[in-house]
């Protein structure tokens, strides 16, 4: 599965596929036609061995990157929740805080056009460019800060400084879930927002952003409830990407 993957995500080949389809079509095209080859893709990672749901995913959001590095394009999305984003204390940021899965950082794109502070993204270095973080689709660029040992002292002062941050629970697809992010949240007192997307068969995107079960993760009890519905989500994704189950801890 991993060598038609790495094969059809090979940077220069998909650089040069967005470019091509950046010059033939009119960018309100774009996302359609990245979907239908990302479709094909899926196909043929599909008939080489490999994982064709996994691909087509993945594939998309690597898509998504590249043409939005060449210009802004339209992207079907329904707003499903909105009502967490409205603003708690003022004077404290929100933690926005989910996994690693498809299409999770398109969640920047609504949470930035319906208006509201710019949040600051914590991100792996590779998906950073200069400072900036890139919001799917458009020409906004978000703060960020490296995913290393000194990002959670970052993010505590943002926090304390009524900044938004936007995190992710786990390492990668997959991976353990950390407990750190929700305990620093509880800890300057901030609220907890759980964002997800997930693309529909059209091909438009559905997107609910949603309070945790536990906003402000007052005990370790409810520490450990959020994590629980952070790892059935993330198992459901597991389990509908076709990849094996695992228990994170």
Known sequence: MKRPLRWLASPFRLRRQARFIAWVLPNRYW????LA???????????????????????????????????????????????????????????HCWIHEPLVEFLLRPLVEQGYPEPTVIADP??????????????????????????LRQARRLLLN?????????????????????????SVGARIVFQWAVRRPDGVIEVTFRNAPHPYCETEEAVSENLAFLRAAQQRTLAALGLPNQEAT
């Open 31 to 34: 996302y359609r036609a990245a």
């Open 37 to 95: 080859i990302c479709r094909l893709q899926g196909w043929l990672s599909g008939a080489l061995g490999g994982n064709r749901i996994l691909t087509e995913a993945m594939m998309l959001d690597h898509w998504l990157w590249e043409l939005t590095a060449i210009g802004t394009f339209p992207v079907p999305y329904r707003l499903n929740r909105v009502d967490a984003l409205e603003a708690a204390d003022p004077r404290i940021g929100t933690l």
């Open 126 to 151: 590779g998906r950073i460019v200069g400072d900036k973080f890139i919001v799917p689709g458009t020409s906004k660029r978000l703060m960020a800060i490296q995913a290393e040992k000194y990002a």
């Open 162 to 186: 009524g900044i938004s941050v936007v995190c992710l629970a786990d390492a990668r697809l997959g991976a353990p879930l950390q407990p750190v992010v929700l305990r620093l949240a509880r």
